[in-house]
C-alpha cells in the first residue's frame, strides 16, 4: 500500500464487464517530501499512475492504492488491473527521525 | 519481506471492507544499518508497533488475506514483528 494524491480522472467511453461501478483515476505518489509537506502541491518527480476507484475519490484527495497481483483480489472474476484505490486518507502523519533532504 | 521504520500513522474512514478497525502506519524502509532504503509505504500493524522502531514486514498478500479473514482484501503489507537487531 502506498500514499497517492488524485490529481484526475480518466473516462471511458467502453469499458470490460468486470470493471463496472468502477472509475479511473490519476494517482501521484507521494514521497517522503509530499508526506512531510516538504512539497505542499504533492506533485512529485514520479511518474503518475491511473487507479481502479470504487470509493468515491475526487481530484485533490489522498488515499491509499495497491498496485500489483493483489490490485484484482477484491473482483469475483480475473481483473486486468495493476493498481487500485483501497481507502480515502482522513488524516496521516508521517515523521521521520531527522529531516529529510 | 521489508525491513523498516515506523514514521507515523494514517486514520481512514472508507476503505475496503478489510481494512475496517485495522491499524494503518506509515513506515520507510531501511537497509541493515538502518538508513532509508526507499519510499514510504503503508502497512497494517496488529501488533501495535511504536513510532520509530523497527519493523518487520511481509508483502505476503496471501498472508494478509488469512489475517484479516478477508479473501476479497487486496492488501499485501503487514507488520510481523519488532527488530531488535539487524546487521
Known amino acids: ?17 468486470g470493471l463496472r461501478g468502477g472509475r479511473y483515476l490519476v494517482v501521484m505518489p507521494q514521497g517522503a517530501k509530499e508526506l512531510t509537506g516538504q512539497n505542499p502541491s504533492g506533485l512529485s518527480d514520479a511518474w503518475a499512475l491511473v ?20 490490485a484484482m483480489q477484491p473482483f469475483e472474476h480475473r481483473t ?11 488524516t496521516y502523519r508521517y515523521e521521520p ?4 533532504t | 519481506m521489508i525491513l ?19 491499524k494503518i502506519v506509515l513506515c520507510t524502509p531501511i537497509d541493515e544499518h538502518g538508513a532509508d532504503a526507499g519510499s514510504p509505504f503503508a502497512a497494517l500493524d496488529p501488533i501495535g508497533a511504536g513510532q520509530h522502531t523497527r519493523v518487520f514486514i511481509t508483502t505476503d498478500g496471501s498472508w494478509t488475506q488469512n489475517s484479516v479473514h478477508d479473501d476479497t482484501s487486496p492488501i499485501r503489507n503487514q507488520v510481523m ?7
Open chain 1, 1 to 17: 500500500m502506498k500514499v497517492g494524491k488524485v490529481i484526475g480522472n480518466v473516462t471511458l467511453s467502453h469499458a470490460d464487464s
Open chain 1, 51 to 70: 487507479a481502479y476507484d470504487n470509493l468515491g475519490a475526487g481530484v485533490g484527495d489522498d488515499i491509499l492504492y495497491v498496485e500489483g497481483a493483489e
Open chain 2, 4 to 22: 523498516a521504520r515506523v514514521d507515523g500513522h494514517a486514520v481512514v474512514s472508507i476503505g475496503h471492507p478489510s481494512l475496517k478497525a485495522q
Open chain 2, 81 to 87: 514483528g519488532l527488530v531488535d537487531d539487524a546487521e
Open chain 1, 97 to 100: 527521525p531527522q529531516s529529510v
Open chain 1, 80 to 90: 486486468p488491473l495493476d493498481a487500485i484505490s483501497v481507502a480515502l486518507l482522513d
